[in-house]
């Protein structure tokens, strides 16, 4: 549930249940689960829209798991290319050759019922996306920079507060939000799969 008013100095204030930063693959799983159970929150992201293209296109077992979970599972075995098998190449020879030195199971045997899957992050963000959507009508707000987060740990005692202040920026105009519960991006996930993946460019 929202409550807008107007807040001091002309700038819009509203209270949310659930307040999540972020609509990268982090925040629409949580507001997708969320709006499966009927649950309203306020997602924002910078972005001024959907993603166009990603990076996380290798779906690991335990994802498509999460997707049966919240009972979308078909299209993404449907549209995703079933990776059965990784292969590892290497430079062999002066002239910039590579070859093939060896190939590997994709997942573990017997970790999952369901498959490792490769499909564009952006069209696994559209998934989540449409089931929000049918859900319960759960939309991202883009356009919104959080500038700051704070959390009252007195109020946060009592259930039915809203102990977190969150304030964002869109399109130069402040915005506060109160919620009971907060789901913030620490851009901290991104940037540690850079630091590990660096070491294997050469060769991924
Ligand atoms: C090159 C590369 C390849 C990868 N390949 C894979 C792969 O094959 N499989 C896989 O599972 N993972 C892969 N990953 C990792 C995967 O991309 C990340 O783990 C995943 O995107 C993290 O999701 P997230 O929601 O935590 O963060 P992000 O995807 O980074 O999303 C964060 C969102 O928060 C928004 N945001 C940030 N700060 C603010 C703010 N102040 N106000 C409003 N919005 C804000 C951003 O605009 C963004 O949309 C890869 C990563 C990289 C870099």
Redesign the pocket.
Known sequence: MAYTSGGTNGEAHEKVDVFI???????LSAATWLARYGVRCKI????SGPLDW???????TR?TEIFESFGIEDELLREGFHNLEVAFYNPVGKEGAIERTRSVEASYQGLSHLPRLILS?ARVHDMLLGAMKRFNGQDVDYG???QSVKVDEEKAKDLYAYPVTVVTEKDGRKETFEAKFALV?L?I??RL??IF?EPLSDFV
């Open positions: 930063c972020g609509s990268g693959s982090a925040g924002v992201d910078s972005r990603g990076t996380a296109d290798g779906i690991q994802t992050q919104y920079r959080v991006h851009l996930s991104t799969y850079n993946l």
